[in-house]
């Protein structure tokens, strides 16, 4: 039975890679000195396709370090999980784990506090990688983190702190809130009543707010007895709810409001604006119901939802309708109000003089309204671009755009940048990298400073 996962640039590769000064088109801008990394799942061992979902491959990390005009290196490495360690023939390093949950993290990798952390969501805790992207091992933030971890933390770019939304089923009907501090251990923890088990991907930070999203997709207990890699899926009856909770409050602080059913694995960001809480958001007619081992039920538009805290109600609206996912925005703006912001398209969302499918990167700004998009080849299905600013102090807009772009013409990867004020143009320079990157989740870039 063909899986769509496991198949194209979905399937995974088989051997761990390192290679130094890679070629460059192009050149490289100076300023970028650091580290690109993208995380996502790769079965370490052949798995049954007519089971797998793609939320569940062992992870597997790639990294790209610029430094100085050049692309010193790529490294691609498993997260050495207990049963990773045990297929590759190696001894696990050990560590920390909450509930008996050992998983190797598959959807994100950031860098906080000198750390290299790599996150999934729903009760594992993170793995911490060296600057070289060996395993370390699991920790729990020198036993400060009390149970289970996300894969989207949010940092805070004034206080420094990261903040986060943790979810797992054995807590019921419940998720976390966490506070990590800039020394990377965690100050604060409130625990959140919610309307069930609900599968909590991400959450919303303001300046002086975190949104919680409650929404129709929840664990069935069933379906995990029955052995089920991935029991979440759409609940018809649950509804789609949004909390909003004070940074220092409580659970009984929290605010509920109701917008039409539906689901967002992704915010862009959000902000305060007086009496009213803005949230951009990717969002998901629905999620899990049709099509159970990925996302695919319904094209995932952006949306502008805007709560009215006095009022008691939500304003919907639609910003882009073209099918896209990931969305970023300058980092030094999470939070707080923003301009623009970036997304993956879908394929069959740009047409070429040829009415071939293509994909891209779309840049919005939605002050104006307005979108560009940078159209890459059929079938190239870019990563989400992350925006790295070309100075501590530079405009919202002025830096580059960085995200890792399927070649299927040689069936390999490149880094491509993109520089922001110039979006439609041609890349400012493109690393090609020694072997393919599969499909998969989120990275940053890791400044070295």
Known sequence: MANRYLTGNFAPVTTEVTATDLPVVGRIPATLN??????????????????Y??????????????????????????????????????????????????????????GHAGRTLALVESGPVPYELTDELDTVGPTNLDGTLPAGYTAHPKLDPVTGELHAMAYWWGWGNQ???????????????????????????????????????????????????????????????????????PRDGTADDIRWFEV????????????????????????HPRMFDRVRNGPDDGVPTLDRWTIDR???????????????????????????RHRYGYAALADDTIVSDLSQPRSGLVKHDVEKGTSEVHAFAVNAGPAEGVFVPSSPDADEDDGYVLAVVYDPDRDGSDLVILAAQDFTG??????????????GFHGNWVPDA
């Open 175 to 245: 998720v976390q809130y966490i506070v990590i501090g800039r020394d990377g251990r965690v100050t604060r923890t409130v625990d959140i009543p919610t309307k069930g088990p609900t599968m909590m991907h991400d959450f919303s930070l303001t300046e002086h707010h975190v949104v919680v999203y409650d929404q129709p997709v929840t664990f069935d207990l069933d379906e995990a007895m029955k052995g089920a890699s991935f029991p979440y899926h759409w609940d018809d009856d649950y509804g789609s709810h949004l909390g909003v909770m």
């Open 260 to 283: 039409d059913p539906c689901y967002v694995f992704h915010p862009m960001n959000a902000y305060d604006d007086g009496d009213h809480v803005v949230l951009d958001v990717v969002r």
């Open 34 to 51: 650091g580290r690109y990394l993208r995380n996502g799942p790769n079965p370490v061992t052949s798995p049954d396709p007519a089971a």
């Open 53 to 110: 979902h793609w939320f569940v491959g062992d992870g597997m990390v790639h990294g790209i370090r610029l430094e100085d005009g050049a692309a010193r290196w790529y490294r691609n490495r498993w997260v050495r999980s207990r049963a990773v360690a045990t297929a590759l023939g190696e001894t696990w390093p050990g560590g920390p784990v909450h509930a008996d949950m050992d998983a190797a993290p598959n959807t994100n990798v950031i």
């Open 310 to 336: 006095s009022g008691g109600k939500v304003i919907e609206e639609r910003l882009d309708d073209r099918g896209q996912e990931f969305p970023r925005v300058d980092e030094r703006l999470v939070s707080r």
């Open 426 to 439: 041609e890349p400012v320079a493109r690393v090609q990298l020694p072997q393919r990157v599969p499909f």
